[in-house]
């Protein structure tokens, strides 16, 4: 009698061998997502080697029913026992016992230690900050595509790639449209928006002298999201950047002074003496400490969430106004 007699009735090799063929297109669909599943998860899979595995798998078992089938009593069942059984089995045990104790122990350290497939499920930019820090452009660019075509919308790669267009290529208005693939993820917008606005004002400010255009890009930040907590950032950075304008005017007016000394000088055909530089008087301090006064008074109007703006407008009240009631307002 053979091992899989039922009812007196062998099963026949060639049963053993359709029933596998029938149910392959099955196994190989159970194959292919989990597959997919871990190569979508992280690079750290590969792709031929799970293949040969669920292959190999799948025509280890099939002999071992087929030998049992064809196998009768007696040293013969010994022999497949020793000789296919259990060599087959080690080799499963090898391709599947990672999975299937993961697969049992997941829930409990999972609720432990968290998911480890959560943490491979993000991908892994080190290797294109590495290309991108050796020079090697391109490679990092290639390299972003492939994990943002695994990953699409992952925010840390569009910035990425947002970046090495603005920053390594001067691309700007490539880099405007990586950014505009994170905008469009509506359900992150409010978390996004500030963020994409903040780092487009910066190479503005930072690589392409463009002070307006950062003030349009801030400007955004403040009216999409009022009176929270980026659009006071916005509006703090807007009045930083106000103040520089006017520290900037005030030394440009210095320079033009300087160079009317030099020109004074060079009309002289012989310099017998020092130049007469005029020194400040104490109405031209006045008339500073006012000029300062009035700058930040319209500074505070226009940006009333300024902290730094506010802060100085305090001191000018104690120290030029004399009037520490209405410093206090201002905190």
Request: proline residues 4%; aromatic residues 8%.
């Amino acid at each position: 009698m053979n091992l899989l007699a039922a009812n007196g009735e062998g099963v026949s090799v060639e049963k053993i061998l359709l029933t596998f063929i029938a149910i392959a297109p099955f196994y190989a669909a159970i194959a292919w997502f989990t597959i997919r599943k871990k190569l979508s998860v992280s690079t750290r899979y590969d792709g031929q080697k799970m293949i040969i595995k669920w292959v190999a798998s799948y025509i280890l078992v099939a002999f071992i029913f087929m030998a049992a089938a064809n196998a009768g009593g007696g040293l013969t069942l010994i022999g497949l026992l020793f000789v296919v059984v259990l060599p087959g089995s080690i080799l499963l045990a090898i391709f599947f016992a990672p999975y299937i104790s993961n697969l049992i122990t997941s829930p409990i350290t999972n609720a432990m230690e968290g998911s480890v497939e959560e943490h491979w499920a993000k991908p892994a930019y080190g290797p294109t900050m590495t290309a991108r820090n050796r020079g090697n452009y391109e490679g990092a660019l290639e390299q972003v595509d492939l994990l943002l075509e695994k990953h699409p919308g992952d925010f840390e790669g569009l910035i990425l790639k947002a970046s090495i267009e603005a920053e390594d290529y001067l691309d700007l208005e490539t880099a405007r449209g990586t950014l505009d693939e994170i905008l469009n993820n509506e359900e992150r917008l409010r978390y996004n928006l500030p963020i994409v606005y903040n780092k487009l004002a910066d190479w503005q400010i930072n690589l392409f002298d463009d002070p307006e255009g950062a003030r349009r890009s801030l400007e955004v930040i403040r009216n999409t999201y009022l009176d929270s907590k980026a659009a006071q950032l916005a509006s703090q950075r807007l009045a930083s950047m106000d103040s520089f304008d006017e520290a900037s005017s005030e030394a440009s007016d210095m320079d033009e002074t300087y160079q009317q000394l030099a020109a004074e000088s060079a009309e002289k055909d012989q310099l017998k003496g020092p130049l007469d530089i005029p020194s400040a008087s104490e109405e031209d301090t006045l008339l500073a400490n006012e000029t300062a006064f009035a700058q930040c008074i319209n500074r505070v109007e226009k940006h009333p969430d300024s902290i730094t703006n506010r802060e100085e407008l305090a001191a000018l009240y104690v120290s030029h106004a004399d009037e520490p009631a209405l410093a206090i307002q201002q905190y």
